[in-house]
């Protein structure tokens, strides 16, 4: 597989508003996913991370601005829709290597959300994730 970075970035957002469990076959069989403080390694843990994330928040992502990409570099500023209303601010990060993600940093704006999750995190409470 080997399609443009920026189509693979856009293939990632439309799995997740669709809350599709197969968007780990996006990255990298070591891929490696960082925000909050934490690190997930390899396509088997970061499906289990999706699918915490899926089940428990339901993010829904939303452009907040237009892709941006360089080479195998794609960033992209999101609003995330969560239930109840709220919504949290992110920058996502991706490398992008033989149409596969290899690695994706996200950063979230501060949030009375986030803040919590990242407070969360510090901790090492692992009930609570972006």
């Known amino acids: 597989m ?18 599709d469990m197969a968007i780990e076959e996006l990255f990298h069989e070591d891929a490696v996913l960082l925000g909050l403080g ?11 991370f999706y699918r915490d994330v899926i089940d428990r928040a339901g993010p829904v992502p939303r452009a907040a601005g237009p892709v941006l990409a360089n080479g195998s570099r794609v960033a992209a500023e999101i609003h995330i829709d ?3 209303g709220s919504t949290v601010h992110a920058i996502d990060l991706f490398e992008v290597d ?20 990242q407070q969360a995190v510090a ?5 609570t994730r972006p």
């Open 2 to 19: 080997d399609r443009d970075p920026a189509a693979v970035v856009a293939e990632y957002f439309s799995r997740m508003r669709a809350r």
């Open 38 to 48: 934490a690190r997930t390694a390899g396509r088997a843990a970061i499906a289990q």
């Open 98 to 117: 033989e149409g596969r993600i290899r690695s994706l940093t996200y950063f979230i704006a501060s949030h009375a959300e986030a803040t919590q999750t």
């Open 123 to 127: 901790r090492g409470d692992s009930e």
């Open 82 to 84: 969560l239930p109840g």
